[in-house]
């Protein structure tokens, strides 16, 4: 059946005359699917900028807005990768402990060493007492929010604990129940990393005056100080 009207295509040329200027755009086009089938780029065709009769007409220009835009989300991302490496990279300028594993209160750029001590184990009944001697600490601080640092050698930081003691004949104590590891009168800590060894360890939420001791999770040693 004849059809004026055939789409060029695979064997097509041999049935339908194109005019000269048709022919050469045909096998332009060709050409050009070749080309980015070799490099994987997309090309930009003279009619996708203004030839009529193009259903692709714009693909161009999407292409490189795509591009730009993928462009502008890596140099975000970049420049936030960044930030955080210069930040990981800052270096403590503060004062250091002269001694590893023991606990300092921060007071401005002065370091006061906390009372370091051995809480004595009581089991009894219902719940187990640990007592430290002495009815108050050396290590005194104004600060209702106190701020430690701590050159961690042998000590974890993340598995220190603070809890506030009772004065009880001359001594302080914390009474813990089996039912629940020390109770409501255990505090939170946040600890961070200053770098090396260094750790800064602070007191989440204000605290009341009192006696106060930090101890490990594991372990019965403890670093007391006082809040005024």
Same mark, same amino acid.
């Given at each position: ?55 692709e007409s714009g ?90 640092i701590v050159d ?6 993340? &598995? %220190? ?9 001359? !001594?302080?104590?914390?009474? =813990? #129940? /089996? ?17 090396? &060894? %260094? ?9 009341? !005056?009192?006696?106060?001791? =930090? #101890? /490990? ?12």
């Amino acid at each position: 059946m004849k059809n004026d009207r055939l789409p060029y295509g695979r064997g097509s040329l041999g049935r339908v005359k194109f005019p000269p200027n048709r022919v050469r755009i045909y096998w332009f086009e060709r050409w050009q699917v070749f080309r980015e089938a070799i490099s994987g780029r997309r090309f930009v065709l003279w009619e996708e900028v203004g030839a009529p009769g193009r259903e692709e007409s714009g693909q161009g220009n999407l292409l490189r807005r795509g591009s730009r835009r993928q462009m502008f989300l890596r140099t975000i991302v970049l420049v936030c990768l960044t930030a955080v490496w210069l930040k990981s990279e800052e270096k403590y300028s503060g004062p250091v402990p002269p001694k590893p594993d023991v606990l300092y209160l921060m007071h401005a750029n002065n370091l006061v060493e906390a009372e370091v001590g051995q809480a004595r184990q009581e089991n009894h009944k219902n719940d187990t007492t640990y007592v430290v001697s002495g009815a108050s600490s050396p290590a005194r601080t104004p600060l209702a929010e106190p701020v430690f640092i701590v050159d961690a050698r042998q000590i974890a930081p993340e &598995r %220190l604990e603070l809890y506030k003691l009772e004065v009880k004949n001359g !001594n302080r104590e914390v009474s =813990i #129940s /089996p039912k629940g590891r020390r109770g409501s009168v255990r505090f939170y800590l946040t600890v961070t990393k200053l770098s090396g &060894r %260094l750790y800064k360890i602070e007191a989440s939420t204000p605290l009341e !005056n009192g006696q106060y001791a =930090i #101890s /490990p999770s594991d372990g019965n040693s403890v670093f007391c100080f006082e809040v005024y």
